[in-house]
């Protein structure tokens, strides 16, 4: 278990999608190192397009995996000399989903849903020094950057959207100036930065200084899928949102009408106990079996 600095009833009530936190200390840096890092990206399968390199932008993939054949079987292969030449002139790697491949990270994911109540998922970034890579930017859910090995440098500030979604473009408003920053320091091995979604971002990496950190990001159901949901799930049911409509004038009471099934059906605690359902369902997270208490 983790020490997170504050409880998890203060932190969704005060910060949880308001304000910036820094939890110093939060990790025990000596759980993780480099050489777990690469047992777990051993596991992982070339070819996805899990793992993305950037140096000057997006490197091709052809550039460190190749296609490789094993008996019958074709697939790919990672180019351990590729690899070492991107990062070590300043170039960085991102593995999605990395808690898919690392049980160190699935837990600290789901210690981080438990403390968030929300779903989360983690995307690993490597870098050894270099300029940074994807500037400043604002991400449309919210992040907790877990340092896991060495340092880097962070600046936040406030959002120019309030509660972005995904489609939103994130550069509709001209990013903030420094002098409009409200963090600018250095995440530590353990450390832990929560930030809330629509916050601009800047992360860049220490000269000649490797570092590991994940970023965890959480997942939040909106009023707008839930709502989503029930017009898809509920209301084809109902022929008034079957009908066809005319392209010639708006039918103002028919629309109505329909609108008042919507209401009357997404205010229902039974819809809603559905949707959890169908919710919780959705978000299973990958299963461990515990072998060793098997066969013992």
Known sequence: MNNFNIDKECFRKEFFEKNLLHMKSCLDPARYDWEDFGNDFFSIEPGLGTVRLYRDGRVDRQVYQHAAQNNEEVGFKFDEASFA???NNGGSMVVNRFEKSSRYVAALCRELSDYSGHATVG???ATKGGTGTFGKHWDSHCVFAVQLIGKKHWTVFRPTVDLPLSTQNGFAKAPPTDTEMVFDGILEAGDVLYI????????NPLADQPSLHIAVGIHTPKVLDYLKWVLIHKMSANKEFRETMALTR???GSMAQACELLTSSSTSSETFEEYLNALNISLSEKPYIDFDS???
Request: hydrophobic share 55%; no cysteine; net charge positive.
């Open 294 to 296: 098997i066969f013992k």
């Open 250 to 252: 708006l039918d103002a």
């Open 123 to 125: 995307n690993a970034y």
């Open 85 to 87: 030449n991107i990062l």
């Open 196 to 203: 809330p979604r629509g916050w601009w971002h800047a992360v």
